[in-house]
């Protein structure tokens, strides 16, 4: 594993990780005193950014996954706009499209207090992380 990014203001990070067959996936860490997400957020690179591309300003609380960005928008919230160009970039470089929701990549948004998940970083912390 290789951490390589910090995701969330709480300090949760994103990593690289070599799943059992040797397949690189790009997961998420928790911080532990924020957020306890613990799984897969993208199966390659190119989802990853694709991922980031919705425009969620932290991709650390997975409760907002299955919602736009700004969806639970409150007065004196701040609101993130989505980077457009990026977005833009994203599109042509790849061919590829920019999903609604953060749902539609990470499949297994799991939280450390769950007893199970088919995630299978999910499953490896449990079994190697102790």
Same mark, same amino acid.
């Given at each position: 594993?290789?951490? $390589? &990014?910090?995701?969330? &203001? !709480?300090?949760?990070? #994103?990593? $690289?990780?070599? !799943?059992?067959? /040797?397949? *690189?996936?790009? +997961?998420?860490l928790g911080s532990g005193s ?8 993208? !199966?390659?690179?190119?989802? $990853?950014?694709?991922?980031? #591309? ?6 650390? %609380? @997975?409760? =907002? ?5 700004? #969806? @639970?928008?409150?007065? /004196? #919230?701040?609101?993130?706009?989505p980077n457009v160009k990026y *977005?833009? %970039? ?13 749902? =539609?990549? +990470?499949?297994?948004?799991? =939280?450390? =207090? @769950?007893?199970?998940? @088919?995630?299978?970083?999910? *499953? %490896? ?6």
């Open positions: 594993m290789c951490v $390589f &990014a910090k995701i969330g &203001a !709480d300090g949760s990070r #994103a990593a $690289f990780w070599l !799943d059992s067959e /040797g397949k *690189q996936k790009i +997961v998420h924020g957020s306890t997400l613990v799984c897969v957020l993208a !199966d390659n690179p190119v989802d $990853f950014l694709r991922l980031l #591309a919705i425009g969620y300003d932290e991709i650390c %609380w @997975n409760q =907002e996954f299955s919602s736009p960005p700004n #969806a @639970n928008f409150v007065d /004196g #919230a701040c609101f993130v706009h *977005q833009q %970039w994203v599109r042509d470089t790849f061919s590829v499209n920019i999903p609604t929701t953060a749902s =539609e990549i +990470v499949r297994y948004p799991s =939280e450390i =207090e @769950n007893l199970e998940s @088919n995630d299978p970083f999910f *499953q %490896w912390v449990k079994q190697n992380v102790r």
